[in-house]
């Protein structure tokens, strides 16, 4: 009686890239890496970081000015009444 041997092989199909053969380094190059979640939150609390801040510069900024304007209105006023 002969004995049966069981054979396992390896991967034998190559990649292919548009229909050509690829060097198995290059498989992992043609990938492009994407952003992770991650990377995406940490990208958008930055902006959102960067646009508070401006908006608090700008508010204080308005604030200032309508402050002087306000006493510039209150001076006129005090002239035409006086």
Known sequence: MSEETTKVNGLTTPALADG???DA???FLAEEKKPSALDI???IETKVKSLFEQVEKDDEEVNRRLTKLTKMVEELH???TS
């Open 41 to 43: 939150a940490t990208n």
């Open 20 to 22: 050509e053969f690829m």
């Open 78 to 80: 005090k002239s035409l």
């Open 25 to 27: 380094k290059d498989e």
